[in-house]
């Protein structure tokens, strides 16, 4: 397949948006493979991706042009190659499905990465990471170690050029200055279907509270826990014959599919974050 | 289709608790037509319901046997006969749908129950009640009329031999003293996945809060508003496509479906309450 | 809320339409509401569904222009305009309850029609159309009265102004001579997950089959029984806990839902047809 | 935890089955910690569950006992010991998916079992197998090999004490001969929603026939191509947007939770089969 290009934009809402764009990519002989956008009435916001083929497109000239029409057009936007790989570490703690998952789903093709780092606060993950090809770094996290740790962090992202954290479980909060340095690029699972169940045990409180529905939510890591903007969130029935164990064990299956879909829409470039919400382009 | 008799028993758990209830029955000629039971390991605490059919049967016998046997082993239990049919009545404001739902279930079999009575903050309801054969009363209710108008409700109810009060889509919130009149015997629907959007408004809650599904939770009615034993709850995935009145019009379906399988299985005996928990015996 | 157009265009995919359509619009000073579009890389197909306001709108102009740039572009297309209110009619049998799903939410406002008209082979339904407003003619079929009871079906469609047919449980098969007159105008509900389990008694087949999930089908009605291109579909879980008459029960919330979906999004002009599937545009 | 023993019930119904077994249970002073029955009132069927911890039990005598009690009443029975850990192999090609997640949850302790061997007719399980401590073998299959690779396997799975094999998405059919020796002890996955589908190439079908949700199903196999006892279903939702490519991808995660259901459940001894259907216990 050929290499393509997506061009995400967000800005005030106006007439000849679309044909904006659309004219701009006709004129440079675009091919293009999908394209799909959003207006939020209330909000008077316009939201657009659009993906073409690369091969005989004159990509430099098209950006200059197309820079300055968004510059006139107030437009915020992003253009993504899909011949660039990111390169995406994974945070762990003990429960290693998350990770599992994601490993194999990268091994299969489902992801558009690499994933060349995981870090864990504990030593469980490093035979599977190993076995992956990953690196894999532990580093315990206690009160007093935890600037060192997210300093050590820090350098070991740096180092391996990754430029997207995803916490697969890690059962640690980040602080706001490690936040600061990876805007709208952590992404986190919340084992709740948030906003109940803010916080620790979730399972623990949806069953002393007596829910039918157990849920799971990934989202990207704001410095307000468990609030940022909302990517995937899916459901499982339970019924009275559940204790919180079997919530454990089938809440494992939900984490993990909604981890790995926040993941996959984040690589192909279908994810706009707007306040504190998201547009997934599907 | 012979007329069956249900017993519901929740008590500690013990050995021989199903040997002592199963035998009794057999003991009787009973023809078991359906038996369920649950332990609750961490409270300790068993629930069974056993249906079985009354015909060649000698009920008033058997119930004096039970009852002293239940005393023995310390269990609370309600022995229904399915020839006895519920009068429920139903509140309403201005939304029609759950009632609308509830009135053509009764007309075709699915609710074990007569539904004699309707009344209204509002008299949006009155052809529809009228068409089923339902009386309909619309008592207005403001501050300075609640005492007024609940007095009213309570007369209606007791004039009517109502023992169950369903809420669908019912906008105002019951005082204690009425609640207290109908214990575990009012049923509401919430129109979020709780205890997610408690409260007023959470289909605005939830658009603000950008989730991906809503929910809808049919409960019984308690003192706490929003925080009785949940019965049911159900979702449906949602985009960032939806505007507040798509949420609106998709949650009326998933509100009408949690209610009346709510008022399904009441009906049916097949709910039994414990703590803010509910076992359904499905 | 204005009144707005929706164009329908589904031709060969080229390089340019959306630019095309876009730039047509916008040139006419078009304020977009709505719009989306699909490509059929495989068939090599575009589909584009475009809603804008028609206030201070040359739409005659438009149209005008439009159709020259359509016929260059080798588009099949559909201008339809929102103040066109078409007009139902539902066919039905003894069972009621997608019925008087459609005659509800007709009434709330969920769906862009009107329904003058309702037949049955059966009377059962009188009340409940007449409660509605709707005219109801009963002309029961035997397959010596086919014909005459098809050629008075058609009498009344055509006196009463309809132009969309909704079967909604009506259990006669009917013929092909009927069907060309209303050509992807007849939506039918078929009582199964398709192409599982096509023809008569469905639920039985399933139960017989031993299934886990259930399901239910809209689709339009072509002369292949049960064959058409499939709008909607749905299922819900059962278990060996559900005889066929559970199945028939819990199956009926499905066959509404999954009906009054594909009405609503016809009535919306949200489905483009081509072969024997469907593009359907939320 | 205690081991606990589980009974595992089919017989004709008749009065009096529950208080049989659970009297003969009490009477050797059984803990009993999950119990469940169900009736085919159809069929006349009788199926019964029941667990109940060894600690202080008397399994030697009570199995006698019960033996002489069960051919009194028509019982077919089997008594499971938890204590006892089944050897399960796993058959599988080159689709790693099903395989990569039975073997993380049987890590996670989510399955009752060991798995020594796993077998392919290709070699890329290898390094997956042996990761999680497995014993691998390629046997190639082709028409003239597949007797000898059929009685290689057998030979393999007898040698390994193996009593329940796996088809995680295995691309080969088994002769009657090779499934004569595991009646009711081959699982497979088929990627569709049967009936749905049967054969080969089921999204491709899927996709041709224009479906709004595709399934999997997970069956134990008899000699009849994907006909077997259905053991648990599931569906996701597609639309006009998903290629075949994109059915295949969504439907690795449908196959892989199917598959693994059906296999916990085998394992904790929830299922039986009777006819060409099965009761799960919950």
Redesign the interface.
């Known amino acids: 397949m050929d290499t393509t290009a997506v061009l995400l934009i967000d800005c005030p809402d106006r ?2 948006l ?3 764009v ?2 701009l ?2 004129d440079y ?14 909000a008077g916001l316009f ?1 657009m991706r659009v993906e073409w083929a690369l091969r005989d497109f004159d990509l430099g000239a098209f950006k200059a042009d197309f820079a300055s029409k968004a510059a006139e057009l107030d437009m915020r936007w992003q253009l993504k190659l899909m011949s660039d790989v990111p390169r995406v570490a994974i945070f762990v703690s003990q429960y ?2 998350c990770l ?1 998952d994601i490993l ?1 789903r990268q091994q ?1 093709g ?1 992801f558009h990465c690499t994933i060349p780092l995981v870090i864990g606060n504990h030593s469980d993950a490093a ?1 599977l990471a190993r ?1 992956h090809g990953a690196e894999f770094h532990c580093l315990p996290v206690t009160p007093e170690t935890k600037a060192r740790a997210e300093a050590e962090q820090l350098r070991l992202l740096s180092a391996a050029g990754v430029e997207l954290v995803v916490l697969a479980r890690y059962m640690q909060i980040l602080t706001p200055q490690f936040i600061q340095r990876y805007p709208s690029r952590i992404i986190n699972v919340h084992h709740s ?5 803010i916080g620790a045990r979730p399972y623990h409180a949806a069953f002393q ?5 157990i ?1 799971a939510t990934s989202h990207y890591v704001t410095e307000a826990l468990d609030d940022g ?7 499982v029935r339970i ?3 559940d ?2 164990e079997d919530l454990i ?1 089938k809440g ?2 939900l984490e993990r ?1 909604v981890l790995s879909r926040a993941l996959m829409w984040h690589l192909e470039h279908r994810i706009l974050g707007y ?6 382009f ?1």
Chains 1, 2, 3, 4 share one sequence.
């Open positions: 007439k000849g679309v044909a904006s659309a004219s990519l006709y002989g675009a091919n293009i493979t999908h394209a799909d956008q959003h207006q939020d009435h209330e939201f290693l499905h599992a194999h299969t489902d035979p076995f279907f948030l906003p109940a169940f509270r007596g829910v039918k529905l849920g903007p909302i990517i995937e969130q899916d459901v019924s009275h014959r204790q919180v064990r494992r299956d599919s306040g504190n919400k998201t547009v997934i599907d």
